[in-house]
């Protein structure tokens, strides 16, 4: 067992002038992944958001305002992705 703890006493003391730098790449490495989540994450929340905005159905005349029948013409795309290329779209 003793040898075992010498070995391992061996290895990390040889090791250790390494570590310090790998460490340091590791911490480095983690920081850039969390930044590039982060700015992904936000491009992507901006893409979908513009996409939402193209929705006409605000601005139509055909809308209720109702929850239980949104659109008179359409009432199953109403409100959603689908709507963006209503054919039925009249402005109020």
Known sequence: MDYLFSLLRVILHTLQPLLV???FVVAWGFMLLLVWSGYTSVRETIRK???LHQI???SCEFLTGDYNLKCTVR???ALSETA???PDYSPK
């Open 84 to 86: 963006i290329a209503c």
């Open 75 to 77: 009432p199953t795309d």
């Open 56 to 58: 006409p159905c605000a």
């Open 21 to 23: 730098p790998l460490c």
């Open 49 to 51: 958001a513009k996409r």
